[in-house]
């Protein structure tokens, strides 16, 4: 009779494929504050917690403010228990203050950038990662991502002075594969993961070792669990292009 194939499996929902999020801590966003309000003045706060959030390779900062709100953010390298922050476009540009992009001075390094302002944070939140802010200019803040491209984002947007903190946790070796299976498993991945061109042509659509067999490898978001492998709704074949890093 054979067994579902793994991607009929995933659709289903079952236990295995499903992520434990009942254990994790919370979502790291900043405050629900008027872009406006918060880059005209600044709200203080203290760091009352230093967390760790499974499934999340930074450590989890809780930070209770003066008027009520508190919320996590990733912490960057220098937080501690007890730190007194500031929100805001009148704080001063230290470690763990939170300033919108326009105040920020030039080559500075941040983290938790937003994207768009009252997005609550969604650039630069891994292990060791920041942007850095290049220049000021009339189109907006041109920030440097991770990833070595430059972008222009909004003045408004709010970002966290510093590097976020465990930079070091990808370089030690993993040594065991139950290390990086638990580590999956915390992340909701499955693990190990077998090649589709590895398979046979009855339980995956890119089975088989002969290379007439191959197919095209974008599929639509309609496509059903057991065709739905590959670039999912892909804008293009999936070819890397070689661009200049601005």
């Known amino acids: 009779m054979g067994k579902r194939i793994r991607v009929q499996r995933r659709g289903r ?8 999020t009942h254990k994790r801590v919370g979502a790291a966003q900043y405050p629900i504050i008027p872009p406006k309000e918060a880059y005209e003045a600044s709200i203080n706060g ?3 917690s230093l967390v760790h959030d499974p499934g999340r390779g930074a450590p989890l ?4 403010f003066e008027n009520g709100d508190s919320c996590y953010i990733v912490s960057p390298e220098g937080t501690y228990e007890g730190q007194q922050i500031q929100l805001g476009g009148n704080a001063p540009s230290e470690v ?22 009252g997005d609550r944070g969604k650039l630069a939140k891994s292990s060791g990662a920041y942007a850095t802010v290049v220049a000021h200019t009339p189109q907006g803040t041109m920030i ?19 590097v976020v903190a465990a930079s070091g946790r990808t370089e030690k070796p993993f040594l065991k594969a139950g290390e990086k299976f638990h580590l999956m498993k915390a992340k909701g991945h499955k693990y190990p993961r077998t090649r589709g061109r ?4 009855a339980v995956h659509p890119y089975g088989s070792s002969k290379r007439s067999a191959r197919r095209t490898t974008t599929v639509s978001h309609g496509a059903p669990p057991g065709q739905k492998v590959g670039l999912i709704a892909a804008r293009g074949p999936g070819q890397k292009k070689k661009r200049a890093i601005q």
């Open 13 to 20: 929902g079952g236990s295995v494929y499903r992520a434990s």
């Open 46 to 48: 203290t760091v009352t």
């Open 61 to 64: 900062a809780l930070i209770n």
């Open 96 to 117: 763990g203050n939170i300033l919108p992009l326009g105040k920020v001075p030039e080559g500075t390094l941040i983290c938790n950038l937003e994207l768009r302002p």
């Open 144 to 162: 440097r991502l991770p990833s070595g491209r430059t972008r222009y984002l909004n003045d408004y947007c709010m970002a966290t002075i510093g």
């Open 198 to 201: 590895a398979m046979v042509p």
